[in-house]
């Protein structure tokens, strides 16, 4: 691919939107220019299209996550895109959860943070055998944004807490079984229902149910697999139903089993600012719209932006990959108080308030 090919393709097929991420050699990874191009078409085509479909190009991602390498070198050279960037993407996160028409994303391969956040929000959510979801933002000194305060504690069970937290990824059909994906189709077959939709001669939403779904019955992989989870959800339901962070840790340590270990060992390696900002996070979005979850959310990364958490995140594990983040405050115990932590829910000054 030319370095001058566009990072979207945006193709008017009839009546119908096609999306094409196009940035294969970065996993489709999500920057300000593609969200600039995304909303506007979106915009139009709310009202002059009967659907839309959005995928990645190659077989490796949908969209690995928003290019958050980028934003924070940014930093250091004078772009400050950050602002920008996390501003305009919340705002096409909310278009695409209200959108009037049908959205269909098809996420084979890798779906992870801004990749969920153009995929979660939409009617219909197609996973296959290559898809890869996560939240994992708590390992890079931020929290599960582009609305995750909204989908994550609708899972059930807590185990959006438990996703929101830990980072854990899901493959494959568990990516339905969890509640993300609404479908699943063989990869093999993924181009095959794309072209069954955009050749619908009437698309109404009762005949975009009806191909997704029998592309859905048809498929073959992990069909008898049990979700890899299932053994472990009351263990989730109890160690994560708990009013802090160190209460959830106390009930792992109680547990003691080698799941809980592994929960223990993963926890401390994240942001501790992260992991109690995200507790938070996560409780206040259960009861809230995902216009409320996404208002929030800039309160939140306006303040993780200038943390040192989030640069040294990312720096540790995108940019020098060293492994080694160094985090401060260091520990759970060394966060400060609740205060501290209500801080990052504050509005903003009117100017920078997310207005949709």
């Not at 695409?96 to 996420?107: E, K, Q, S």
């Not at 699943?184 to 939403?205: H, M, N, Q, T």
């Not at 792992?252 to 809980?260: T, Y």
């Not at 959310?297 to 640069?311: C, G, I, P, Q, T």
């Amino acid at each position: 691919m030319s370095s001058s090919a566009p990072e979207v393709i945006l193709e008017d097929v009839g009546d119908k939107g096609l999306i094409t991420l196009n940035r294969p050699k970065a996993l489709n990874a999500l920057n300000l220019n593609m969200v600039r191009l995304i909303y506007p078409k979106l915009k139009e085509w709310e009202n002059t299209k009967s659907m839309v479909i959005i995928k990645g190009a190659g077989e490796k991602a949908f969209c690995a996550g928003g290019d958050v390498r980028s934003i924070v070198e940014g930093k250091t050279n004078g772009s400050e895109i950050g602002p920008d960037f996390f501003r305009e993407e919340y705002m096409l996160n909310c278009l695409i959860g209200t959108l009037h028409i049908p959205y269909i994303a098809l996420i084979d391969g890798i779906t992870m943070g801004g990749g969920v956040g153009l995929s979660v929000h939409g009617d219909y959510r197609v996973a296959t055998e290559r898809t890869l979801f996560a939240m994992p933002e708590t390992a890079i000194g931020l929290f599960p944004d582009v609305g995750g305060s909204h989908f994550l504690p609708r899972l059930g069970g807590r185990l959006g807490m438990y996703l929101a937290l830990t980072g854990h990824r899901l493959k494959g059909r568990d990516v339905l079984k969890a509640g993300v994906a609404t479908h699943v189709c063989d990869a093999a077959r993924i181009g095959e229902l794309e072209e069954a939709l955009l050749k619908l001669s009437s698309p109404y939403p009762e005949d975009i149910a009806q191909v997704i779904e029998s592309f859905h019955k048809e498929s073959t992989f992990s069909k008898d697999v049990p979700f890899s989870l299932q053994p472990m959800l009351p263990k989730i339901k109890a160690c994560y139903s708990a009013g802090s962070v160190e209460e959830i840790i106390s009930n792992l340590e109680k547990d003691g089993s080698e799941w809980a270990q592994k929960q223990l060992q993963t926890l401390s390696k994240m942001s501790p600012t992260s992991l109690k900002v995200t507790f938070e996070q996560i409780e206040r979005g259960a009861h809230l719209t995902l216009q409320e979850c996404l208002t929030m959310e800039l309160r939140m990364v306006w303040r993780f932006y200038h943390d040192h958490d989030f640069s040294e995140g990312v720096r540790a594990l995108l940019i020098d990959k060293d492994q080694n983040p160094k985090w401060k405050p260091a520990t759970l115990e060394d966060v400060p108080t609740t205060e501290t932590i209500n801080r990052y829910f504050a509005p903003l000054p009117p100017e920078n308030e997310l207005v949709f």
